[in-house]
């Protein structure tokens, strides 16, 4: 079974300054899709962003950009210009094309300092 | 509002009560998922449904738990003989199904979720 990892339970970042958060994936497949989900308190959790396993370019969603490094199976966050509506719950979830299980991380709480 | 919703939001429970949860999907969504989430933790998948069809189910889904989707809209969620461990967050997602090739794909949207507490 596919397993992720999120080495960081808990991270800060000072407002308006840049934080990555870092994920690790295990899988045999060659297609798959991975994301990033963020689950504010008491909130329903809603995807920040997508990575395609067949692109090699790095996904982006405004202030919001992924490091995907396939062969190492990595699969890294970053914020930039970090705002207080940030702060959540950070979810690293990994799906393959066939299937329709998700596999999630078990997240990163991310505080963001004024 | 036409996203996800779910009821009860929170329920609390005797150990051997049965308690059942309802979710509610964007309408034109035939994808429906189930998942569990405990306390530090990522939700953990239990189930999906293709409108009335359920058609993959985890492990982690005992003998206790039953979902169904009669009509391809809404879905419940039932616990039978609630235990202790069985307390947890319990999430619903639906989606669209990929209309396009292998690579296509189509997000979930989660609801808020059901908190169930056995005591």
């Known amino acids: 079974a596919q397993t992720v990892t999120q080495s960081q339970p808990e991270m800060s970042v000072q407002e308006a300054e840049t934080v990555t958060l870092s994920c690790t994936y295990d899988t045999s497949e060659s297609d798959y899709y991975l994301f990033w989900y963020k689950q504010p308190p008491s909130r329903q959790m809603i995807l920040v962003i997508r990575q395609e396993a067949y692109k090699q370019q790095n996904a982006t969603e405004n202030r919001f950009s992924v490091n995907f490094q396939k062969a190492a199976k990595s699969f890294s966050l970053k914020i930039s210009d970090s705002q207080l509506g940030d702060a959540a719950m950070y979810f690293c979830a990994y799906r393959s094309v066939a299937g329709n299980q998700f596999y999630f991380g078990t997240g990163t709480s991310l505080t963001v300092i004024p | 509002d036409t996203g996800v919703s779910q009821n009860p939001r929170h329920k609390i429970t005797k150990r051997g009560q049965n308690v059942t949860f309802r979710c509610d999907p964007i309408?034109?969504?035939?994808?429906l998922y189930w998942y569990r989430q405990t306390l530090g933790q990522g939700p953990e998948f239990l189930t999906y449904f293709q409108n009335e069809a359920q058609l993959e189910k985890s492990r982690l889904l005992s003998d206790r738990f039953s979902a169904e989707r009669p009509k391809g809209s809404f879905s419940t969620l039932e616990i039978q003989r609630t235990e202790q461990g069985d307390s947890a967050m319990y999430l619903c997602?639906?989606?669209?199904?990929?209309?396009?090739?292998?690579?296509?794909?189509?997000?979930?949207?989660f609801g808020p979720g059901t908190r169930l507490t056995v005591l």
């Open positions: 309408s034109e969504h035939n994808r």
């Open positions: 997602a639906s989606s669209l199904r990929p209309g396009g090739g292998p690579s296509s794909y189509n997000e979930q949207f």
